[in-house]
């Protein structure tokens, strides 16, 4: 995220414009990944993970509102958290915030910054698709907002935050959002175990999948470029690597595929695409051309194969492979931003190992230790949390019958 304490600047009409874009195209990527994982998912559990996406996304606005925002960008505590003092939006109006945007009012920072902190989670909810009790899912959601996301925010983009104040670069959430999402599904695949019936495990519907990545990927040029927090050269540099990132792992991705499996799949094209587009956001606004196609085409390579490495040597049901996809694509861009950032991109930023700098790569790598051990450890007390006090999961003749009926009364094929 590109926040610069420029002071005695004023209100910049194309700025306002561009980051109200953005954040609209950032919301676009919840119903996206709903379709993107309701095309993964079995038939009779597709509502219900469309509905989760959807409820995570309401549940969060208002967490976000109440009181996560001023966790994650209140006055700094100790380099760990935000204060109390935004509470419910207090002091959060048209007048700029100068330490983070000082060209567009801190209303409309806190919007955009809302749609990161409300995909995040829906993201996790791939790693325990089609067996988890809709009420626990809402109070593990509320819980996660607000004492994963909203102190690794802190730590990584507000002020006097301690991975910050070391340097660690993340332009777009790539520690703060894939990361951490990554491993917290990790965390909860082991907790809440294996599907009873895995079943027939393959799609049910293709062109949902499709149709998921390809929203995904237009949302995803808000949430990059929209990270410039101006309509400036940098947003449009980091437009045009994001696009090129996620093209060489679709790719790469797909002919993966075809050299392992014998075929190149729609799904794999897909999915490389999206692991593309989680490995380059943390670099997105310090990278050049070359460097952002390198990117894709080791993401693309490296989550194919965690992912068949998961499936066929372990027992965890990481169900639509959440960890392989945002977890090992996201710890390779945190890194890779160590490895290929210049400020002949980005002079705000900092040259990484390539551009004389070998020092950025050790920070990158305590970043990603960090967000990463956090988040495991804190969504898998969390869940257990939860877990005391309600079932986790559904039981077992509901995990047959499907969530779509057991859970919400409806089908998405009547």
Same mark, same amino acid.
């Given at each position: 995220?590109?926040?610069?304490?420029?002071?005695?600047?004023?209100?910049?009409?194309?700025?306002?414009?561009?980051?109200?874009s953005a954040?609209a195209?950032?919301?676009?990527?919840?119903?996206?990944?709903g379709?993107?994982?309701?095309?993964?998912?079995?038939?009779?559990?597709?509502?219900s993970t469309?509905?989760?996406?959807?409820?995570? %996304? =309401?549940?969060?606005?208002? /967490?976000?509102?109440?009181? !996560?925002? *001023?966790?994650?960008?209140?006055?700094? +505590?100790? $380099?760990?958290?935000g204060?109390?003092?935004?509470l419910?939006?207090n002091?959060?109006?048209?007048?700029p915030?100068?330490?983070?945007?000082?060209?567009?009012?801190?209303?409309?920072?806190?919007?955009f910054?809302?749609k990161?902190?409300?995909?995040?989670?829906?993201?996790i909810?791939?790693?325990?698709?089609?067996?988890?009790?809709?009420?626990?899912?809402?109070?593990?959601?509320?819980?996660?907002?607000?004492?994963?996301?909203?102190p690794?925010?802190?730590?990584v983009?507000?002020v006097?935050?301690w991975?910050?104040?070391?340097?660690?670069?993340? %332009? =777009?959430?790539?520690?703060? /959002?894939?990361?951490?999402? !990554?491993? *917290?599904?990790?965390?909860?695949?082991? +907790?809440? $175990?294996?599907?009873s019936?895995?079943?027939n495990g393959?799609?049910n519907?293709?062109?949902?999948v499709?149709?998921?990545?390809?929203?995904?990927?237009?949302?995803?040029?808000?949430?990059?470029?929209?990270s410039a927090?101006?309509a400036?050269?940098l947003a449009?540099s980091?437009?045009?690597?994001?696009?090129?990132?996620?093209?060489?792992?679709?790719?790469?991705?797909?002919?993966?595929?075809?050299?392992?499996?014998?075929?190149?799949?729609?799904?794999?094209?897909?999915?490389?695409?999206v692991?593309?587009?989680?490995?380059?956001?943390?670099?997105?606004?310090?990278?050049?051309?070359?460097?952002?196609?390198?990117? !894709?085409l080791?993401?693309?390579?490296?989550s194919?194969?965690?992912?068949?490495?998961?499936?066929?040597?372990?027992?965890?049901?990481?169900?639509?492979?959440?960890?392989?996809c945002?977890?090992?694509?996201g710890?390779?861009?945190?890194?890779?931003?160590?490895?290929?950032?210049?400020?002949?991109?980005?002079?705000?930023?900092?040259?990484?190992?390539?551009?004389?700098?070998?020092?950025?790569?050790?920070?990158?790598?305590?970043a990603?230790?960090?967000?990463?051990?956090?988040?495991?450890?804190?969504?898998?007390v969390?869940?257990?949390?939860v877990?005391?006090?309600?079932?986790?999961?559904v039981?077992?003749?509901?995990?047959?019958?499907?969530?779509?009926?057991?859970?919400?009364?409806?089908?998405?094929?009547?």
């Amino acid at each position: 995220m590109l926040t610069n304490n420029f002071k005695h600047m004023e209100l910049n009409s194309g700025d306002i414009a561009w980051v109200s874009s953005a954040a609209a195209l950032v919301m676009l990527m919840t119903p996206a990944l709903g379709f993107f994982y309701g095309g993964l998912v079995r038939r009779k559990n597709l509502v219900s993970t469309l509905v989760q996406c959807l409820a995570i %996304f =309401a549940v969060v606005s208002l /967490v976000w509102a109440l009181w !996560g925002y *001023s966790l994650a960008f209140g006055p700094d +505590v100790s $380099g760990a958290i935000g204060d109390l003092s935004r509470l419910a939006l207090n002091g959060v109006g048209l007048e700029p915030d100068t330490l983070y945007a000082a060209t567009i009012p801190a209303l409309l920072f806190f919007f955009f910054q809302l749609k990161f902190a409300a995909i995040t989670p829906a993201l996790i909810i791939g790693a325990f698709a089609e067996r988890i009790n809709f009420k626990a899912l809402l109070a593990f959601i509320v819980l996660w907002a607000t004492f994963i996301y909203a102190p690794v925010a802190h730590w990584v983009w507000g002020v006097g935050g301690w991975l910050r104040n070391l340097g660690a670069l993340d %332009f =777009a959430g790539g520690t703060v /959002v894939h990361i951490t999402a !990554g491993f *917290s599904a990790l965390a909860a695949a082991l +907790v809440i $175990g294996r599907r009873s019936d895995m079943g027939n495990g393959k799609p049910n519907n293709i062109p949902f999948v499709i149709l998921g990545a390809s929203l995904l990927w237009f949302g995803w040029f808000g949430f990059n470029a929209g990270s410039a927090l101006a309509a400036n050269g940098l947003a449009v540099s980091a437009l045009v690597v994001t696009n090129l990132a996620a093209i060489a792992a679709g790719l790469s991705w797909m002919f993966c595929d075809w050299i392992l499996k014998g075929k190149p799949s729609a799904v794999g094209l897909s999915v490389g695409a999206v692991c593309g587009l989680v490995a380059i956001t943390p670099a997105s606004g310090y990278i050049g051309v070359l460097p952002s196609i390198f990117i !894709g085409l080791i993401a693309g390579i490296l989550s194919n194969l965690v992912s068949n490495w998961r499936a066929t040597r372990t027992k965890l049901d990481d169900s639509l492979d959440v960890f392989a996809c945002h977890g090992a694509s996201g710890v390779w861009g945190a890194l890779a931003t160590g490895l290929f950032a210049t400020t002949a991109i980005n002079p705000v930023g900092v040259n990484g190992l390539f551009y004389g700098n070998p020092h950025q790569l050790l920070i990158q790598a305590i970043a990603v230790i960090a967000s990463a051990g956090y988040a495991f450890i804190g969504s898998f007390v969390l869940l257990k949390l939860v877990g005391i006090i309600m079932p986790l999961r559904v039981n077992a003749a509901d995990e047959e019958k499907g969530l779509d009926a057991t859970q919400h009364g409806e089908e998405a094929y009547g």
